[in-house]
């Protein structure tokens, strides 16, 4: 049976964690298109138009536009693909399921004063799925380097001493939990070494207990690897919304959000070595569990300036999000003179609580109405990528500057232009919608293109919506929980399909 055993970490993150850190600040900084099936069609341009429950998280005023309490409630398939490229080795993983994209009401009170300055004010409960965090890819290829490089360079100049144990699990522990700031270690550096040494990655040079230098038992340039990435789960929000509408022609609105993470990792690294290597096969695992919770609000408003144009604009605060890290490693090598070597210290790492505070968000919107026959609409949104921010939380002393710096350096500003549209048939309603959404970081990530388009029919009180959403963007990533330096290129695309059923009450 397996034993976890938690093991509370304070130490300062190293360049490998920052990447992990940089990686992850930027997955929780993005979101979807995602909401209802009319607001997905028409490519999420509603900060001028309201009058649908996805619209209140681009535009808080959008609650006191509907004339009745309305609910509405989504159903979506995600299906993905990654097509990736790694050292002229091609290989393809997809996947699909089923979620909840939203599901909201708002409770309309009307003013029976015709001579008041507020006609209404509206409440609104809402649920969105900010972002599905399911992602999975394989990268397949041969190397003239290998992870034994790694291990071996993360080992040299650590003494002896520290990697030599009888008790795997309480080294492992030592070295987590051990400050060696002072002799310029840190502890996840220190752990992976120690299990390096202990599948015999590598030999000390010399058998003394002060010896820091070690030889690896890797010996090839012909190298076979196969790295596995797999994530789950979902960044979702919960929000109440407070929304007036003054005279006939301008709306105010507020947001009170609430924001979760519950997001979960894995990665798989398999290595066959040819040659008259030592060594033959290394596999290596690492988890990540991550919980987060946060909060942010919105103001917005919309003034129709006649019965033919709508301007919007609003403004989305940084989520200040409280964060929770757990890991877990695994590290198998195999000789086909001595066989096979395990190393599981059996423990789960603890980091201390630490604060990510995303970038705000300003939004412009445009929408021009034609009666009763159609919509089109366009959403313009600014958002500072090198704004994130991570901190340290309650009973954690780890400084953040060095992350916070290269936020601000590798990080961009980036624009999101959104423009919809809908026609309307006597009961039928046609829509379509495009974005355009620019890289935070052009160094690393393609823009965003995405194409949707949708129908709806309303019975009366009864609306149903359908609509089809696809985008793409290509990206580069290191194999970083593995210090394989070699980029892995993916053509990541996105289809989603949303069902949605509308209620006017």
């Known amino acids: 049976m397996k034993f976890n055993l938690a093991i509370i970490f304070s130490f300062i993150f190293t360049w490998s964690n920052y990447a992990q850190s940089s990686n992850d600040a930027l997955l929780f900084s993005s ?23 996805s619209s209140l ?3 808080p005023a959008g609650s006191s536009v509907f004339l009745h309490n309305f609910a509405s409630f989504s159903l979506a398939n995600e299906s993905y693909e990654n097509d990736v490229l790694y050292q002229s080795s091609t290989s393809n993983r997809s996947n699909n399921n089923f979620f909840i994209p939203q599901a909201g009401a708002v409770f309309v009170f009307n003013n029976s004063n015709p001579d008041a300055n507020v006609s209404k004010f509206t409440i609104g409960i809402t649920y969105d799925q900010k972002k599905s965090l399911d992602n999975r890819f394989n990268a397949i290829g041969n190397n003239e380097s290998s992870i034994g490089d790694y291990f071996v360079d993360l080992a040299n100049g650590v003494p002896l001493d520290l990697l030599n144990s009888f008790s795997l699990q309480d080294r492992y522990i030592f070295l987590g939990e051990g400050n060696f700031n002072n002799e310029g270690f840190s502890n996840t550096d220190l752990q992976n070494a120690f299990l390096g040494y202990n599948a015999f990655l590598f030999d000390p040079v010399s058998d003394d207990s002060d010896n820091t230098s070690y030889t690896s038992n890797v010996n090839s340039n012909s190298v076979f690897q ?19 509408q003054f005279f006939d022609d301008f709306y105010a609105g507020i947001n009170l959000n609430t924001h979760f ?4 990792r894995s990665t798989s690294y398999y290595e066959s070595i040819g040659g008259s290597s030592e060594i033959n096969e290394i596999v290596f695992q690492n988890n990540l569990s991550t919980i987060g919770i946060g909060f942010s609000f919105q103001v917005g408003a919309i003034a129709k300036v006649n019965e033919f144009v709508r301007l919007g604009a609003s403004y989305e605060s940084p989520t200040w999000y409280t964060i929770s890290d757990e890991t877990s490693q695994y590290l198998y090598s195999y000789s086909n003179e001595f066989g096979g070597q395990e190393v599981d210290p059996f423990v789960t790492n603890i980091f201390p609580n630490y604060r990510l505070r995303t970038p705000g968000k300003l939004v412009g919107s445009l929408g021009l109405v034609f009666g009763k026959t159609g919509i089109l609409s366009f959403d313009y949104s600014y958002k500072d990528y090198s704004n994130m921010q991570l901190s340290p939380g309650y009973d954690n002393n780890t400084d953040y500057r060095i992350q916070n710096q290269n936020f601000e350096n590798n990080f961009d500003a980036a624009s999101t232009y959104r423009l919809g549209g809908e026609y309307r048939i006597q009961r039928w309603s046609l829509r379509g919608g495009y974005r355009y959404e620019e890289s935070p970081n052009s160094n690393t990530m393609s823009e965003l293109n995405g194409y949707s388009g949708g129908l709806g029919y309303d019975f009366g009180k009864l609306r149903l919506d359908f609509a089809y959403d696809y985008s793409s963007q290509d990206y580069n990533t290191n194999l970083l929980q593995t210090g394989i330096q ?16 509308a209620i006017d009450m």
């Open 31 to 53: 979101e979807d298109l995602s909401g209802t099936a009319r607001f997905v069609a028409m490519g999420g341009a509603f900060g001028a138009l309201g009058g649908d429950i």
């Open 226 to 244: 196969d790295y596995n990435y797999r994530s789950t789960g979902l960044n979702g929000k919960f929000s109440v919304n407070g929304s007036m």
């Open 57 to 59: 998280k681009v535009n």
């Open 261 to 264: 993470i519950n997001y979960e």
């Open 486 to 501: 070699e980029q892995a290129s993916v053509d990541f695309s996105r289809s989603n399909y949303i069902l949605t059923l």
